[in-house]
């Protein structure tokens, strides 16, 4: 995913539809499904937030209220401040140099790349660098 502007990628992240907001939600109905878990669903809402100097959207689950959740087969409890957050996700964008750079610090380039008519996502086809390239036998 390449970088874009603030506004889309919180929208991305935070849509109207709210199928994001469940998405990071389930995490929380998963560890009272299978962990014993307390968490009150309705006490929680989700934010999606961009970093741009990090280049990440991050996502939380906030508490609306201060309370205490256990998790049974922690066993553990765990008290959030109305406000505090759970850093549930880090999303990851890229410009063009940048993902060059990740793939040379792997010993990949790129040997071909795919754009949408818009310049917003990129699909990269990596190969290991020919100077790492290893005869056997």
């Not at 063009?96 to 310049?119: K, S, Y």
Request: aromatic share 8%.
């Amino acid at each position: 995913d390449l970088r874009k502007d603030r506004a889309t990628l919180e929208r991305a992240y935070d849509d109207a539809q709210g199928i994001t907001a469940r998405f990071n939600l389930n995490l929380l109905r998963r560890i009272n499904r299978e962990l014993g878990g307390t968490f009150d669903l309705h006490q929680f809402t989700h934010r999606a937030r961009y970093d741009e100097t990090a280049g990440r959207i991050e996502m939380h689950l906030v508490s609306r209220a201060a309370q205490e959740v256990a998790v049974m087969d922690l066993p553990a409890q765990f008290t959030f401040a109305a406000g505090e957050t759970i850093h549930t996700e880090n999303s990851y964008k890229y410009s063009p140099a940048e993902m060059t750079a990740l793939l040379a610090a792997a010993g990949l380039v790129a040997e071909q790349r795919w754009l949408d008519a818009a310049q917003r996502y990129c699909l990269t086809l990596a190969k290991p660098e020919r100077s790492r390239h290893v005869a056997l036998g």
